[in-house]
C-alpha cells in the first residue's frame, strides 16, 4: 500500500530522527513501529537517557503513523509519560499502538518499550491537511 512508503521518505529527508539512529521495523497504514540504541551523548546529568530522547522516538513513529493515511498531518498536541529511566546501550522501540481519525483530526497513541518493559507512553493530536504526499 501506498501510505506504508511515506515513513520510509519522511525518514530520509530528516536529519534529526537520522541523527538519533531511528529505524523502522515496522509499517503499514495507521501503524508504525520504530527503533534505536541510546548512546552516550543521549544521557543526562544523572547518567540516564534525557526525556527528550524517548519523546523524540516516540514523536517519530506518531508522526509516521499519522502521515501513512496519505495526506500531510501536523501535530497539534502532544504529551509524554515516562515510567522507566534508561541507559547506555538501550535499545527501544516505539509503536503506535491506536490510530483513529475523526474528520481531519487523529489522534495516537504510542508505546514506548524496552523489550517488553513499558518505558513511556506518548498521546498525539494531529491535523490533517489536505496536501497529498507523493511517493
Not at 506504508?4 to 538519533?20: F, G, H, T, V
Not at 521495523?25 to 501503524?31: A, D, F, K, N, Y
Not at 501535530?75 to 509519560?81: D, F, K, Q, R
Not at 490533517?128 to 511517493?135: A, F, L, Q, Y
Request: proline letters at 1%; a negative charge.
Amino acid at each position: 500500500m501506498e501510505g506504508a512508503k511515506i515513513p520510509y521518505k519522511m525518514l530520509s529527508q530528516d536529519p534529526y530522527s537520522s541523527w538519533l539512529g531511528i529505524e523502522i521495523i515496522s509499517c503499514e497504514v495507521g501503524r508504525v513501529k520504530v527503533g534505536m540504541t541510546i548512546r552516550e551523548e543521549m544521557l543526562n546529568s544523572m547518567d540516564k537517557a534525557h526525556g527528550g530522547i524517548s519523546y523524540s522516538l516516540a514523536d517519530t513513529a506518531f508522526g509516521f503513523t499519522a502521515n501513512t493515511h496519505g495526506k500531510y498531518a501536523v501535530s497539534i498536541e502532544t504529551s509524554i509519560n515516562h515510567i522507566e529511566a534508561l541507559d547506555k546501550g538501550d535499545y527501544i522501540t516505539a509503536e503506535a499502538t491506536l490510530d483513529l481519525q475523526k474528520t481531519n483530526i487523529g489522534f495516537n497513541v504510542v508505546e514506548v518499550k524496552k523489550g517488553d518493559t513499558l518505558v513511556a507512553l506518548f498521546k498525539g493530536v494531529v491535523y490533517r491537511t489536505n496536501k497529498d504526499w507523493e511517493v
